[in-house]
Each structure stands twice: as C-alpha cells, then as structure tokens.
C-alpha cells in the first residue's frame, strides 16, 4: 500500500486575523472562546491523517463539524489557514495557480451533494465538462463522456437535459463526470445524502462496484453511520473541527475515543423505545403467491434486482415465508421446474412481531442471515430489519 | 436674506468646461455612434419595406409562433397602411443602434459588478441616478454637446436605457448558484472558463430579461428624444402634440405600441430556457443541496455545540 494523500497540521480559520486565532488554538482554547475573544471561527484544526492508494476514507459527524470544509480543503476550492497535503509526494499548498488547475483537471474530482450539473448543457456535455475545461478536443470529450456515462447505466439518456432526470439519475450524471477525466482520487461530498434511502444505497452499491473495477482513492464525506459502515475501508469522525478517532469501523465501534463517538453508534435508551416496526424497511423484494406463480419468476426477479432473499406474501400481503436465490435454485432442480415457491422456503423462519423493542430484536437481526421479517398483529408483512438498517436506526437515534 | 444651492450652476459650468475643452471626445463619440446608427439604418433601409417586414414576420414565426406571427404580420400591415412605415424603419434604427450600444457597454460591466462587490457598490447610486432622472434632462446636455439630431437622441437613449441590462447581468452572476461555481473550479475552471463556461450561461435568462428591459426602455425614449430631432414616430407623436392633432396622435402611438409589443415578444424568447423545465431543474437541483450547503456553511461560522 502507498500513501495517496498526507494531511498534516491543516487548519482552517474563518475570519480576518486568522494568526492569532492559531495562536490562542496552539495555547489549548476551545473553538468557542476563540470565538467569543476574537470572533473568529475554526472550520479545522490540526487535521492529521494518511489516505491509502484505492482507499475509500470516510469522513462522519454532524453539521458544523468541518468535514465539508475539509474535503474543500484538499482541492483548495477552500485555501487551508495552515498545514500541509501531500498528494503523490507533492504539497499542493506550494502548487501554483496553474499547477493546482491541472491538478484538478487531472486527479481530482468531486462529486456533490446537489448534484451542481450545469443547466445549460445536455447529459453528455455534462459528463464531459471535467474535459472541456481541460481542452480535450470535441471527438475525444464525447467518446470519454460516453464510456463514463455506460459506466453509471445512463448512456441512453445522453442527449437529455440534467432536468428531465430523477435525483438519482442526475448525481450518476455526477458521478460520470467526475469519472470522465479519469481521476485518481474522488471528493464526494455528501455526495448520496439528497436522495431518498433506496435510492441511495442503490447508488452506494454502484460506487463499490465501480470501485471494485477500477480502484481509486476516494474521500467521502457522510454524516450516515450506515452509508459510513457500507462503503468506508476506514473512517474519520470529526467533532467541532478535530478529528476524534479514525480507524476500521468495526475498530471503532469496539471502542470508541469519547462520548460524541459513542454517540454516533450507540443509544441505549432509544433501543428500548423504538420498535421493530419502526425501524422496518419496505426495501426487500416481495414475490407474491398466487396459483402458477412460478419458481422461474421469482428467481428471476431477484436476479434482475440482485438481491439473494425474496419475501413471499399473498394477495392479503399476510408473510409466508422467505425465499433465496440458492433454495430456488434448489427447489427447481429438485422438482424438474413443477415446485411451487413453498417448496423453495428457507427453513425456520420465524418472522418478529412488529410492536418488540429495538434492543430484544438485536440478538434476532445478529444471528439471522437474511434480513428480519417484522409482521403485524394480523400476521401481514410489515417490512425487514437488516443489519445495516438496524445501524441506521442507531446512528439516527443519538 | 435667501440662499440657494448653485447646483445648477456647477453643472452648468461643468457643461460648459467639457464643451470647450473636450470637445474632440464628443466629436469622436458622434462619429462612433454616428456610424453604427448609419450602419443599423442602412442595413434595415436597403431592403424594400415588405421584405424587411417578411423577415420580421419569419423572426415571429420562428422564434414564438404561428399565432405571434399572424398578429406580427396584421401590425405590420396597419403601420403600412397608415404611412408610418418609414418612420417606424426610423424608430427602429434608433432602438437598435441605441440596444446594441448599450449592451457593448453595459453586459461587461454588469459583468464586472457581478463578479465584485466594490464595483456594484459603485456602479449602484449610478445606475439609480440614471434611471430614476427624469428623462427630459438627458436632452439637454445631449443637444448641447451634440447638437440636434440623431446622434444625441441615441445618446440620451443609452444613458436612459443602460442600467436595466447592467443591473440584470450583475444580479443574473450572483444568482449563480455556489455549488455550480464550485463545481466549475473543482473541474479546473480558469477564472475565465467560469466566467464563459458556467457564469454566463447560467445567468443567461437573467440577462436577456435585461436585454429586454433595456430594449423597451430604448423605445420608450426614442420617442421622447424625438424633442430634439432623432426623428421617428416619436416625431409624428410629437406633431400630433404641437398640432393638436389627435387623429395623427394616436395613429403613430399605435405605431409605437406594435412596435414595442413585437419587440418584447421576440426579444423575451431569446431569454427562454432551451427546454420547458429547464430552468425548474436550475431551481430544483440548486436548492437541496443549497440549503444544506449554506446550512453547513453557516453552521462552520458558529460554534458548534458539541456532542449535540
């Protein structure tokens, strides 16, 4: 592994006399009596970190904690107050104008939250804006603007305008731009947070698998504990302009550095007060049985989604049971393709009743290997539990 | 004992120090707009009226409408029918190198303010001097460093109709949203690829409104700036006036009124988005993240409470 990027020593003050407001921050005052004695604000202070090549670094906590002001910091669009980032082995707070330009052009790219797709241009001119800027001739721009906009699965929608495109469909706009100068490094900031939840984890799925194929160092910013655990190699948690802990997820879930971190991952409280039913989502494939409803469809269906479990209801949408792709498989092999979807059914399925608590259904969502199914009183589908699903009510529940 | 301002008197002496001692600028400025408002007059006189007139109609058609066109046609035709249509080739011209004047000055420094606060700021108690003059005044300096005639009516016209395009230019560049100027520099914009790339063509609809603004304002005082001689239908009103003659009166601010509305109606479509919903995504894809951004970037100015 070599280091992509090296953060040391980086602050960012907001203010006219940021000099004296690293002073009193090297003497140990706190953010706010800074504030209070000079009016200056701290966005950073003394951010010190090393992203691996092919790393995707996460960057958590809550508003006002700096972590935008950081990413901005690492292509400049925000000049850090102090410090240095070290880029393949090169400062870029030495870099000229002219050289950070090219920097930008040629390793850095960013994807935002709003999307920002310029209104004016079609989908493929917005692909291939990163290009143009660099003085890519025509033929060039549009065949990389193409091939990136094949790689988010938006190549048909080439000559439309930005505003003819779902949320989704314009941030994978994003994304393709930002992949069409083929960067080394990703900013992403906040870069899933304005889409609804499906959306988004649909997109967190098209960020791993475009990862997997080619590998880049990407620095995502994020205040969602789920999207952090899903996609981070390691994360950074960052509380009023310092960074409090980095390491692996599961390193600091173990144990975390202080109260704010725990705060992220843990609520006792609030466990005993939501239900299963709360935090159940809607986001499993159902299959619906019905006579001639067949094994083919089914599997079929969760092929074309990929996903491995299916949730099995009748017209009444009562829960019958849960399906996978392997007991499918299984169960067609087994029956020369005459098996109902009954014959397919996971064995010892024991969906949990909608009204129990968060904390009695941990133990269940831990051990079960598909997500839970949550019925109602009258035994209708109500919704799953994932792992996942039942961090993200943790982290929402601080 | 009574006391009064001698406002009037400075400016009189400022007047008459800049007709003496600059009065090889006017002669310059007069040759320059002099020559375009000859260029713009030519080029619309050489053609016979119906061809010109066609063009106007197939402008119509193209740019708004089947509908807009028939209308453009009949007005046409009644500004034939009346005899104005020489006048109206007149007021056109004036509008036009008056227009094209304004806007060579006015969208840089629109421009210019857009991109700096101190030269808004500067360019603000201007701008409002100009446009909230009662126009008349314009004439009187205008005449009297230019004489009487085309020229000075074209000049008094710039001064009147500039500041619309310049306040809409400048407004349309701050209303940019910041991410879309973020996103340009995070893709290696230069300053100038900004500004052509993503400032202007955001804020085009801004500025054509301004355009617009600017070019009914021009009409408007074409007709005034007839007082000293810029000719036009603004002459006829104005014999209507001096003759009392109410039939020649209405008949040429008939005239005046097709011409303003087929004006507007072309010149507003070149302010349109190129699609329907368009500018609705320029909203929609602006404030989700605007809203979180600036909430961000507020909440980054503050001190946060910790561990909330």
């Known amino acids: ?398 | 004992m009574k006391f009064e301002l001698p406002l009037g008197d400075l400016v009189e002496a400022a007047v008459e120090f800049l007709m003496r001692h600059a009065q090889w600028l006017f002669d310059a400025i007069e040759i320059v707009v002099g020559g375009v408002a000859d260029g713009i007059g030519a080029a619309l006189g050489f053609p016979p009226g119906v061809v010109l007139a066609g063009l106007i109609v197939g402008l119509a058609f193209y740019r708004v409408g089947w509908k807009f066109a028939v209308f453009a046609a009949a007005a046409l035709a009644v500004i034939f029918a009346l005899g104005l249509w020489r006048h109206t080739v007149d007021t056109l011209t004036l509008v036009l190198t008056a227009t094209v004047i304004a806007l060579i000055l006015g969208v840089p420094l629109g421009v210019a303010a857009g991109r700096s606060d101190r030269i808004e700021s500067a360019l603000r108690p201007m701008l409002d001097l100009m446009q909230t003059m009662p126009a008349f005044v314009y004439l009187i300096p205008a005449a009297m460093f230019f004489g009487l005639g085309k020229v000075p009516g074209v000049i008094a016209t710039i001064v009147f109709a500039l500041p619309p395009v310049v306040r809409l230019t400048s407004l349309g560049i701050r209303q940019v949203p910041d991410e879309l100027v973020e996103a340009g520099l995070a893709f290696g914009c230069t300053s100038r690829q900004l500004l052509f790339k993503v400032q202007i063509p955001t804020a085009l609809p801004s500025i054509m409104a301004g355009v617009n603004q600017t070019i009914m304002l021009a009409l408007s005082m074409v007709v005034i700036a007839s007082m000293i001689g810029a000719g036009g239908l603004g002459n006829q009103v104005l014999r209507g006036i001096q003759r009392l003659d109410i039939g020649l009166g209405f008949e040429s601010g008939l005239a005046v009124v097709l011409v303003a509305i087929l004006l507007d109606r072309i010149t507003q479509s070149f302010g349109k988005p190129r699609t329907r919903s368009a500018r609705a995504t320029a909203r929609s894809s602006a404030v989700p993240g605007k809203e979180k951004e600036s909430a961000d970037r507020r909440a980054v100015m503050q001190p946060a409470e910790p561990g909330a």
């Not at chain 1, 992403?188 to 475009?210: C, G």
């Not at chain 1, 092999?333 to 949990?352: H, K, M, T």
Request: hydrophobic share 45%.
């Open chain 1, 1 to 398: 592994m070599t280091t992509k990027i090296a953060v040391r020593g980086l602050c960012k003050v907001f203010g006219t006399a940021p000099a004296k407001a690293l002073e009193m921050l090297r003497r140990g005052l706190s953010k706010e009596e800074i504030f209070a004695r000079t009016g200056q604000t701290i966005g950073v202070h003394d951010a010190n970190f090393e992203i691996e090549a092919g790393e995707i670094f996460v960057v958590m906590g809550l508003s006002g904690s700096g972590k935008s002001t950081l990413v901005r910091m690492l292509n400049r669009l925000i000049e850090p107050t102090a410090g240095e980032i070290v880029v393949d082995g090169r400062d870029i707070m030495r870099m000229s104008r002219r050289e950070l330009i090219e920097l930008r052009r040629r390793d850095m790219s960013m994807v935002f939250q709003s999307f920002a797709l310029m209104p004016h241009l079609r989908v493929w001119e917005n692909a291939a804006f990163g290009l143009e800027v660099a003085g890519f001739d025509a033929a060039t721009r549009r065949e990389r603007a193409m091939n990136a906009l094949e790689a988010v699965g938006l190549k048909p929608y080439a000559e439309s305008w930005p505003s003819e495109l779902s949320g989704g469909m314009q941030q994978r706009v994003g994304l393709a731009r930002a992949l069409a100068n083929e960067p080394s490094i990703l900013l992403m900031d906040e870069a899933f947070s304005a889409l609804d939840p499906l959306t988004r984890s649909e997109m967190q799925d098209e960020l791993l698998r475009l990862q997997a194929e080619h590998q880049r160092t990407i620095v995502f910013i994020s205040h969602d504990l789920d999207e952090a655990i899903r996609i981070g190699d390691r994360l950074a948690i960052m509380e009023g302009g310092r960074i409090v802990q980095i390491g692996r997820p599961d390193e600091i879930l173990k144990a975390p550095a202080n109260d704010y971190v725990r705060s992220f991952f843990r609520n006792v409280d609030l466990t005993r007060v939501l239900t299963a039913g709360d935090i159940a989502r809607r986001d499993q494939i159902t299959l619906v049985r019905h006579p001639g409803e067949g094994i083919r469809a089914a599997l079929r269906q969760l092929r074309e989604r990929d996903r491995e479990f299916g949730y099995v209801q009748d017209a009444r949408r009562r829960f019958h049971g849960i399906v996978s792709v392997e007991s499918l498989i299984g169960a067609l092999e087994r029956s020369n393709g005459n098996a109902s979807l009954a014959d397919a059914f996971l064995p010892d399925v024991a969906p949990v009743a909608s009204d129990v608590s968060m904390s009695e259904v941990l133990p269940l969502v831990a051990r079960s290997p598909y997500p839970l199914p949550v019925v109602d009183g009258n035994g209708t589908y109500v919704g799953a539990i994932s792992k996942t699903a039942y961090l993200e009510a943790l982290g929402r529940s601080r």
